[in-house]
């Protein structure tokens, strides 16, 4: 097992390299430079120029390469242009505030997704089976951030239910207690987490009523049976454990996706995360920032999928690495 | 245990990145109510030497206690603020300025004229590369400002211009405390830690920053200056919504008091569905128009130009692209690139060009394009009038525009391509006059300067505004004495000896009512030759909750005066 994760670990390099690579051709095939946003009309072409040379853009595209490379590798992230402020605070302002809403949105998928999936699976063919297929179905097709929309227009327009936008209350918030603070910020993860998770649970719950429909066809499920167990105890005992055996891989491959789907939510949601700070950083062409913020998704992914890898050989003995 | 972390989590999340709260300084004087303002970006920097986000301007607006105050009719009003009195020299190349003697920094420090001196040393330091160096270009070096003493100074220009712009070329940049900055590293200036909490002199004090969410300003307690710029509110809170749709919600909701820039289309129903708000008119601050690159023999012949703007119902599109659902027009149809704002030097009496399909025809047919052979297109020399439209993607009301100046001119027999390029291919290829014909658009200057965009592209010669009177004597090479002066903002390769004669005429007159009919005569001389087809001058609507009392939305700033704005006792919506 340790053999195999420290294998995993060193093909993160080459991966790393190529990930930084191809975005920084990307950025480079991109016309306009970061340092457009300094000029308006009356900026003198010699300002130009010094703007151009502080940020190291006058030099050539292998140089700038082989630099970021070199800084890479001491993690030195540099500093963003757009911002004036160093990479590592920007990440590290953003990165806690996705972890959340990720953290959040997979407490909403699995529960919610497993339940629903069982349900659908052990009421095979039924009403409530078609019925859960349909919903499931519609939300799993439907566009996050239109989803999103409809969230804010009914539950904080109509209904005045729950905050629309941001991480707290923004006029109230420093004059609450702490257990207040608790809840202004629980209720507002709600709609950002519902808007990021709804969709990720309907697949969840695809996947686990085709997996329960799986286990619940074989004989150690017929034998429990057989036995006179009450079929409550044969779902929870020996057909849902099985069952979650594929759900748990999905678990550690849905983070990249929370991720790249924090670009829309947060935006909409007003939420300083990194899909925000991806997005504009993107817009501004700030190399540094871009660099970073994919150095992490890169983690992230390859996180992800490492620990899909322990998760299933922990819930799985069948299941050896060597 | 896990969820408890998480909860812990929760209630930090938000609060890195934020400055620390306000200490020491207890409330010196009565406020009350909380104005919460809706912005799209959050803020950058706030050294207004390095600074560029809208965000940042309006922060440092309410913190730094500026040289003047502007305000506007017609055009910019000058109202004493550190700078109580100012005086030009006879020749309008010099003058000086008595400041104010009670202001001081929040540590207590006198604000003084070194103060404004140390702004204008770090503008003019290459290190700094700031993007605000024009502001210094017609200022003597070393005497730009001399320091007499505490509270007097001098600027000392090489030449008089437009007097309107020279007072803003001193004045826009407030005085930064040099007792803080004095030994920072010029180089890294952008980098300062002043930047994110820098200390007031202003009625505002940036009290919390939290990245990406929020701007907090409360008032600044050690504030010495005039009473009537002590604020009258408890809280001026900056909440950043990167999206339109969001912020609309909030605003509908009540949670936030202020928007800008709302959709016409969203400006009826606010109106019936929310009494509580005020909807109001900012007129004519940004303009679309449609670029002919000269530098295509297609657009080299002002008749073609002309034939062009004959050819589309600006009226008619104005009618579709700026209105709200009633029918009301946003906007007003676009003569030149001086804003219609600017009163006394705007001309209102150019004649727009009518829409006319058959005058269009007769225009390109003396032109010498014909539809020969019959394909519905004019054409000349075998080769029909055929041209590619380039306007930036993420604009709606720029691409509906492009649809229907495809339609109209093909009803006058040209054919147009539609291209829509990311905004920053966009402006490059416009920069580098890689286009035919392109939609885009200006924000308005509030002082006149049409050379950047209107004077000739590329001037061999004695720079001529920095020789009042000179001619100019040099031959098409550049040597010490004869500088290339590019003037990139003209992407269109426009180039009329008549326009640059009054664009420098102008420019070196320093009396506003003098410079005013020669601005008027540029800009009939510029419509004439049609360099751009002028589309329309577009106001902005902003919305703000009818609590508020005392407000100033104006041209200038969509919150304006924050330290005059109130709530009256029995409206008070936040008890903080």
Same mark, same amino acid.
């Given at each position: 097992?340790?053999?195999?994760?420290?294998?995993?670990?060193?093909?993160?390099?080459?991966?790393?390299?190529?990930?930084?690579?191809?975005?920084?051709?990307?950025?480079?095939?991109?016309?306009?430079?970061?340092?457009?946003?300094?000029?308006?009309?009356?900026?003198?072409?010699?300002?130009?120029?010094?703007?151009?040379?502080?940020?190291?853009?006058?030099?050539?595209a292998?140089?700038?390469?082989?630099?970021?490379?070199?800084?890479?590798?001491?993690?030195?992230?540099?500093?963003?242009?757009a911002?004036?402020?160093?990479?590592?605070?920007?990440?590290?302002?953003?990165?806690?505030? $996705?972890?959340?809403?990720?953290?959040?949105? %997979? +407490?909403? !998928?699995?529960?919610? #997704? @497993? *339940?629903? &999936?069982?349900?659908?699976?052990?009421?095979?063919?039924?009403?409530?089976?078609?019925?859960?297929?349909?919903?499931?179905?519609?939300?799993?097709?439907?566009?996050?951030?239109?989803?999103?929309?409809?969230?804010?227009?009914?539950?904080?327009?109509?209904?005045?239910l729950?905050?629309?936008?941001?991480?707290?209350?923004?006029?109230?918030?420093?004059?609450?207690? $702490?257990?207040?603070?608790?809840?202004?910020? %629980? +209720?507002? !993860?709600?709609?950002? #987490? @519902? *808007?990021? &998770?709804?969709?990720?649970?309907?697949?969840?719950?695809?996947?686990?009523?085709?997996s329960?429909?799986?286990?619940?066809?074989?004989?150690?499920?017929?034998?429990?049976?057989?036995?006179?167990?009450?079929?409550?105890?044969?779902?929870?005992?020996?057909?849902?454990?099985?069952?979650?055996?594929?759900?748990?891989?999905?678990?550690?491959?849905?983070?990249?996706?929370?991720?790249?789907?924090?670009?829309?939510?947060?935006?909409?949601?007003?939420w300083? #995360?990194?899909?925000?700070l991806?997005?504009?950083?993107?817009?501004?062409?700030?190399?540094?920032?871009?660099?970073?913020?994919?150095?992490?998704?890169?983690?992230?992914?390859?996180?992800?999928?490492?620990?899909?890898?322990?998760?299933?050989?922990?819930?799985?003995?069948?299941?050896?690495?060597? | 245990?896990?969820?408890?972390?998480?909860?812990?989590?929760?209630a930090?999340?938000?609060?890195?990145?934020?400055?620390?709260?306000?200490?020491?300084?207890?409330?010196?004087?009565?406020?009350?109510?909380?104005?919460?303002?809706?912005?799209?970006?959050?803020?950058?920097?706030?050294?207004?030497?390095v600074?560029?986000?809208?965000?940042?301007?309006?922060?440092?607006?309410?913190?730094?206690?500026?040289?003047?105050?502007?305000?506007?009719?017609?055009?910019?009003?000058?109202?004493?603020?550190?700078?109580?009195?100012w005086?030009?020299?006879?020749?309008?190349?010099?003058?000086?300025?008595?400041?104010?003697?009670?202001?001081?920094?929040?540590?207590?420090?006198?604000?003084?004229?070194?103060?404004?001196a140390?702004?204008?040393?770090?503008?003019?330091?290459?290190?700094?590369?700031?993007?605000?160096?024009?502001?210094?270009?017609?200022?003597?070096?070393?005497?730009?400002?001399?320091?007499?003493?505490?509270?007097?100074?001098?600027?000392?220009?090489?030449?008089?211009?437009?007097?309107?712009?020279?007072?803003?070329?001193?004045?826009?940049?407030?005085?930064?405390?040099?007792?803080?900055?004095?030994?920072?590293?010029?180089?890294?200036?952008?980098?300062?830690?002043?930047?994110?909490?820098?200390?007031p002199?202003?009625?505002?004090?940036?009290?919390?920053?939290?990245?990406?969410?929020?701007?907090?300003l409360?008032?600044?307690?050690?504030?010495?200056?005039?009473?009537?710029?002590?604020?009258?509110?408890?809280?001026?809170?900056?909440r950043?919504?990167?999206?339109?749709?969001?912020?609309?919600?909030?605003?509908e909701?009540?949670?936030?008091?202020?928007?800008?820039?709302?959709?016409?289309?969203?400006?009826?129903?606010?109106?019936?569905e929310?009494?509580?708000?005020?909807?109001?008119?900012?007129?004519?601050?940004?303009?679309?128009?449609?670029a002919?690159?000269?530098?295509?023999?297609?657009?080299?012949?002002?008749?073609?130009?002309?034939?062009?703007?004959?050819?589309?119902?600006?009226?008619?599109?104005?009618?579709?692209?700026?209105?709200?659902?009633?029918?009301?027009?946003?906007?007003?149809?676009?003569?030149?690139?001086?804003?219609?704002?600017?009163?006394?030097?705007?001309?209102?009496?150019?004649?727009?060009?009518?829409?006319?399909?058959?005058?269009?025809?007769?225009?390109?047919?003396?032109?010498?394009?014909?539809?020969?052979?019959?394909?519905?297109?004019?054409?000349?020399?075998?080769?029909?009038?055929?041209?590619?439209?380039?306007?930036?993607?993420?604009?709606?009301?720029?691409?509906?525009?492009?649809?229907?100046?495809?339609?109209?001119?093909?009803?006058?027999?040209?054919?147009?391509n539609?291209?829509?390029?990311?905004?920053?291919?966009?402006?490059?290829n416009?920069?580098?006059?890689d286009?035919?014909?392109?939609?885009s658009?200006?924000?308005?200057?509030?002082?006149?300067?049409?050379?950047?965009?209107?004077?000739?592209?590329?001037?061999?010669?004695?720079?001529?505004q920095?020789?009042?009177?000179?001619?100019?004597?040099?031959?098409?090479?550049?040597?010490?004495?004869?500088?290339?002066?590019?003037?990139?903002?003209?992407?269109?390769?426009?180039?009329?000896?008549?326009?640059?004669?009054?664009?420098?005429?102008?420019?070196?007159?320093?009396v506003?009512?003098?410079?005013?009919?020669?601005?008027?005569?540029?800009?009939?001389?510029?419509?004439?030759?049609?360099?751009?087809?002028?589309?329309?001058?577009?106001?902005?609507?902003?919305?703000?909750?009818?609590?508020?009392?005392?407000?100033?939305?104006?041209?200038?700033?969509?919150?304006?005066?924050?330290?005059?704005?109130?709530?009256?006792?029995?409206?008070?919506?936040?008890?903080?």
């Amino acid at each position: 097992m340790l053999k195999y994760l420290l294998r995993k670990l060193v093909l993160v390099l080459p991966l790393l390299i190529g990930v930084i690579t191809l975005i920084f051709i990307l950025i480079e095939l991109s016309p306009g430079d970061v340092a457009d946003k300094f000029f308006t009309p009356e900026t003198t072409p010699e300002v130009r120029e010094k703007i151009v040379a502080k940020y190291g853009l006058d030099k050539p595209a292998w140089f700038r390469y082989l630099l970021l490379l070199k800084n890479l590798a001491v993690l030195d992230f540099g500093t963003s242009i757009a911002h004036g402020e160093a990479v590592t605070t920007l990440i590290g302002e953003a990165l806690p505030n $996705t972890l959340i809403l990720s953290v959040v949105t %997979l +407490l909403i !998928i699995y529960p919610v #997704g @497993v *339940a629903l &999936g069982t349900i659908q699976g052990v009421k095979h063919g039924t009403v409530v089976d078609s019925g859960a297929s349909i919903v499931s179905l519609f939300f799993y097709s439907m566009p996050s951030f239109w989803l999103a929309l409809m969230l804010q227009l009914y539950f904080t327009l109509k209904w005045e239910l729950l905050p629309t936008s941001g991480m707290h209350d923004p006029v109230m918030y420093e004059f609450m207690s $702490t257990p207040e603070k608790i809840q202004d910020s %629980l +209720l507002h !993860i709600i709609l950002p #987490g @519902v *808007a990021m &998770g709804v969709a990720s649970a309907a697949g969840a719950a695809r996947y686990m009523r085709s997996s329960v429909l799986e286990v619940i066809r074989q004989d150690f499920v017929r034998t429990a049976r057989a036995k006179g167990l009450p079929e409550r105890q044969v779902v929870s005992k020996h057909v849902i454990r099985n069952a979650m055996l594929p759900i748990v891989t999905l678990l550690g491959l849905s983070l990249p996706f929370l991720f790249s789907g924090s670009v829309l939510i947060e935006t909409i949601f007003a939420w300083p #995360g990194m899909g925000r700070l991806i997005v504009s950083a993107i817009f501004s062409q700030d190399t540094p920032v871009v660099i970073g913020c994919f150095f992490v998704f890169t983690l992230v992914v390859v996180t992800g999928n490492l620990l899909a890898d322990i998760a299933y050989a922990l819930v799985d003995p069948r299941i050896k690495y060597d | 245990m896990r969820t408890l972390s998480l909860l812990a989590l929760l209630a930090t999340a938000g609060c890195t990145g934020e400055s620390g709260p306000t200490e020491g300084a207890t409330k010196a004087w009565e406020t009350s109510g909380t104005l919460v303002i809706a912005v799209q970006e959050d803020m950058d920097n706030l050294i207004p030497i390095v600074s560029q986000s809208a965000a940042d301007s309006y922060v440092e607006g309410a913190v730094y206690f500026g040289t003047i105050d502007s305000g506007f009719d017609c055009s910019l009003k000058k109202i004493p603020a550190l700078a109580t009195d100012w005086e030009w020299s006879d020749d309008g190349t010099v003058i000086k300025l008595t400041l104010r003697e009670d202001i001081t920094w929040e540590d207590g420090t006198p604000m003084t004229a070194k103060d404004i001196a140390f702004s204008y040393d770090l503008v003019r330091d290459p290190d700094v590369a700031s993007p605000r160096i024009s502001y210094v270009q017609h200022g003597i070096e070393g005497k730009f400002p001399v320091v007499i003493d505490d509270t007097h100074l001098e600027f000392h220009f090489t030449h008089a211009y437009d007097r309107d712009t020279q007072m803003s070329h001193i004045t826009a940049l407030p005085a930064l405390p040099e007792h803080l900055l004095g030994e920072a590293d010029r180089g890294s200036l952008r980098k300062h830690a002043f930047g994110k909490s820098p200390m007031p002199s202003g009625s505002w004090k940036l009290a919390k920053h939290e990245a990406g969410q929020r701007m907090v300003l409360e008032p600044n307690w050690n504030f010495t200056g005039p009473d009537e710029y002590k604020p009258k509110l408890n809280r001026v809170i900056l909440r950043v919504i990167p999206e339109y749709a969001t912020r609309l919600i909030e605003l509908e909701k009540g949670t936030i008091d202020l928007m800008q820039s709302v959709q016409f289309e969203d400006v009826d129903r606010l109106a019936k569905e929310h009494p509580n708000l005020r909807l109001v008119r900012r007129g004519w601050r940004s303009m679309d128009y449609i670029a002919w690159n000269q530098q295509n023999d297609l657009f080299k012949d002002a008749k073609v130009r002309r034939a062009l703007t004959t050819a589309m119902d600006i009226d008619h599109m104005m009618g579709q692209l700026l209105t709200s659902e009633s029918g009301e027009v946003y906007g007003k149809r676009s003569t030149g690139t001086i804003t219609p704002a600017l009163c006394g030097v705007h001309n209102d009496d150019i004649q727009p060009l009518p829409y006319n399909v058959e005058q269009a025809k007769t225009l390109l047919a003396e032109a010498g394009w014909t539809d020969t052979d019959g394909d519905g297109f004019v054409d000349k020399d075998g080769k029909k009038l055929s041209f590619t439209l380039t306007t930036n993607n993420g604009n709606p009301r720029r691409a509906k525009a492009s649809v229907f100046i495809q339609d109209y001119l093909k009803q006058a027999g040209v054919e147009v391509n539609i291209e829509q390029l990311a905004a920053n291919s966009f402006f490059e290829n416009l920069r580098k006059k890689d286009y035919d014909a392109a939609l885009s658009g200006w924000s308005a200057g509030l002082f006149v300067d049409p050379s950047t965009i209107w004077h000739s592209d590329v001037v061999r010669g004695i720079d001529p505004q920095s020789v009042n009177g000179d001619t100019p004597n040099c031959n098409d090479e550049v040597t010490d004495n004869c500088v290339e002066k590019r003037y990139e903002f003209n992407f269109v390769s426009y180039s009329n000896p008549k326009a640059d004669e009054l664009i420098e005429k102008g420019l070196h007159t320093p009396v506003p009512e003098e410079s005013a009919p020669i601005w008027r005569e540029m800009q009939q001389v510029i419509y004439d030759d049609q360099p751009y087809t002028f589309l329309w001058w577009m106001d902005e609507v902003i919305a703000v909750d009818s609590r508020f009392e005392d407000t100033t939305i104006n041209v200038l700033s969509p919150f304006g005066n924050l330290h005059e704005w109130s709530v009256p006792a029995d409206k008070i919506k936040y008890e903080r």
